[in-house]
């Protein structure tokens, strides 16, 4: 069948072109019928722009046409042999998918939600809020630890309010651009700070008595990460979950990592178990269902966060909003509806 999908096909540039999908889907496998997809700020530029850097342990790639658009929601329109979880008719987000109007995905890969309690733009974010939630998990925080989120865009953001539910204090925000930090305070962080301030190690210090515990390391540069490490505490964790494309930065790493203890963990989301979750790890399917039972019990909210729709057919206007605008909505969706 014909499938309305929006393809980078070159360089800063983004298409809705009509692709093949087979009729019907394979054994384990679900038709979803996209109602919203979500755009991830950081993936999704580093794709459109060309960075070689995208693929993980995979060799460095600059080919097109390329898709993305890995969190969305919908409705299950056919299943194929031997799937139980879901049916045709059921509401489900659906992750690892593409902005495209139908999405054929494994079983595995869609999550039941009941729309009376999560919306179907929230349920179209779940697979993205994953990415942080994997990050505070490793960092092992406990109860009344001060908690640093470096960088506060999307992933920053939501950082902050996970950090808040598994009780951090104080959370700490840093980011040099103003208007991110009054958002990160919106979105329940206790402080928010400047990291280009010459003081910012010593303020960080002051405010959490030592340095921060567990450290939520998202803006992927090397600056970043070495600020970070000098407003760290002794024995703390921080967790990498910026992607560092660039690997051409250096940290003293004998006086910031080595001597005082600290531990550095890798946090890109598919540094996951696939099926079984463990304490400080868990599955994509579990950190899902994590954050629908926040949401559902009203434990946080993502309703401070700016936002911005578009129609499929104007993606290369939001595609080249995102390359250009350093303030693009932090959730900005696809409206599968006006296709």
């Known amino acids: 069948m014909k499938n309305p999908s929006i393809v980078f096909t070159g360089i800063n540039k983004a298409e809705l072109i009509s692709r093949e999908l087979p009729e019907e889907p394979g054994e384990g496998e679900v038709l979803v019928r996209t109602r919203f997809s979500t755009i991830s700020p950081g993936t999704e530029r580093a794709n459109i722009t060309g960075n070689p850097n995208v693929r993980g342990v995979r060799e460095p790639d600059v080919s097109f046409p390329r898709q993305c658009g890995y969190s969305t929601s919908g409705v299950v329109e056919k299943v194929g042999k031997g799937v139980t979880s879901v049916k045709p008719g059921d509401t489900v987000t659906a992750f690892r998918t593409v902005h495209a109007l139908r999405n054929i995905v494994p079983e595995k890969n869609v999550v039941p939600f009941d729309p009376a309690k999560v919306s179907f733009e929230e349920a179209a974010i779940l697979y993205i809020t994953t990415f942080p939630m994997a990050a505070v998990r490793k960092t092992r925080v406990e109860i009344g630890e001060p908690a640093l989120v470096m960088g506060c865009g999307l992933l920053g953001q939501i950082a902050i309010k996970e950090l808040r539910a598994a009780g951090a204090v104080p959370v700490i925000a840093a980011d040099p651009v103003e208007s991110r930090r009054k958002l990160a305070l919106s979105s329940g962080a206790d402080h928010a700070l400047d990291p280009l301030a010459p003081d910012f190690a010593e303020e960080v210090k002051r405010l959490t008595r030592g340095g921060a515990k567990a450290v939520i390391e998202v803006t992927g540069v ?80 993502f309703d401070s966060f700016p936002r911005a729709k578009y129609a499929p057919g104007e993606c290369g206007e939001a595609f080249t909003r995102l390359i250009n605008d350093r303030d693009f909505p932090l959730i900005t969706q696809f409206d599968w509806d006006l296709v």
């Open 222 to 301: 090397g600056q970043g990460l070495d600020g970070a490490l000098d407003a760290t505490a002794r024995f703390g964790r921080v967790a990498l979950l910026g992607c560092t494309r660039n690997k051409e930065f250096t940290i003293d790493y004998y006086r910031k990592v080595h001597c005082p203890g600290i531990t550095l963990i890798g946090a890109h989301t598919d540094a996951r178990p696939e099926t079984e979750s463990r304490p400080g790890v868990f599955t994509t399917r579990d950190d899902i269902a994590s954050m629908l039972a926040l949401l559902e019990n009203r434990r946080l909210s």
